[in-house]
């Protein structure tokens, strides 16, 4: 069987036998993709440094008949976050990209919105930037999955969020007005949502030369989060590693 050939995204790997991997790839091809690396961990020939997770690679592998892991070949390097320095922050922000995409992608699903904005944002990834990309990050995958609400009105009474405050609720999908907010409401600010609006209708590079402390969005990170994990059903754990990032 002919080998196929993608543009990928490493994942994830995992140690499977003495010298094997077990490979995640977001692949441009085919989505995500998973696989058996045969003696990755002896060859640096056929894989080198190319299975480090967040690597942007050329990877070649095949199915095998009536078998549900990929044989991955081999893999290039195109670009690696490893190429400049790796701070604990920016490592756990790119383990953040990682796990989203890991657990939103169904499997086999190609995506070249999803596959584009994961380049653009590891791009940013690589400068000294955090909270700017990883923002973009959530509320594009959140809107790209068909899982963000309309900001500008009450999910409830239909009424305009302009100029109002706007409340969500773990439990509830939307933005709520003042009057028909729950009990135990978390407030998303106006200034917020006026970057999350202008973030849906600009590159991330746009906003790469903006002094973006933690503080900025905050509150609409802890809303698109809530909105992710209620979807998936899980806790994603990078996210509470984030939040202990000062």
């Known amino acids: 069987m002919a080998l196929k050939e993608s543009e990928a995204i490493v994942l994830r790997t995992y140690p499977l036998r003495e010298s094997d991997l077990l490979v995640t790839l977001f692949t441009r091809l085919e989505g995500k993709v998973k696989g058996v690396a045969r003696a990755a961990k002896k060859s640096k020939r056929r894989f080198g440094g190319a299975l480090e997770p967040l690597t942007y690679v050329r990877a070649f592998y095949d199915d095998r008949e009536r078998q549900e892991l990929a044989r991955l070949d081999s893999c290039e390097i195109i670009e690696s976050p490893m190429a400049t320095e790796v701070s604990y922050s920016r490592a756990v922000a790119l383990g953040h990209v990682a796990e989203l995409l890991d657990e939103l992608l169904p499997d086999r699903e190609a995506s070249d919105a999803v596959f584009r904005l994961s380049l653009a944002v590891l791009q940013e990834l690589r400068a000294a930037a955090l909270w700017m990309p990883i923002t973009y990050f959530e509320l594009w995958m959140t809107r790209l999955m068909g899982f963000l609400p ?75 989060i809530q909105i992710l994990e209620r979807h998936i059903e899980k806790k994603l754990v990078t996210a509470g590693m984030l939040e202990k990032i000062s």
């Open 150 to 224: 309309e900001f500008t009105e009450c999910v409830v009474c239909g009424r305009s969020l302009d100029g109002q405050r706007a409340f969500w609720h773990a439990l509830a999908d939307g933005l709520m007005c003042a009057d028909d907010k729950r009990l135990a409401s978390s407030e998303l600010s106006p200034e917020s949502r006026k970057i999350a609006t202008q973030m849906l209708r600009s590159r991330v590079s746009e906003f790469a030369e903006i002094d973006w402390p933690k503080a900025v969005c905050a509150d609409l990170r802890k809303f698109l």
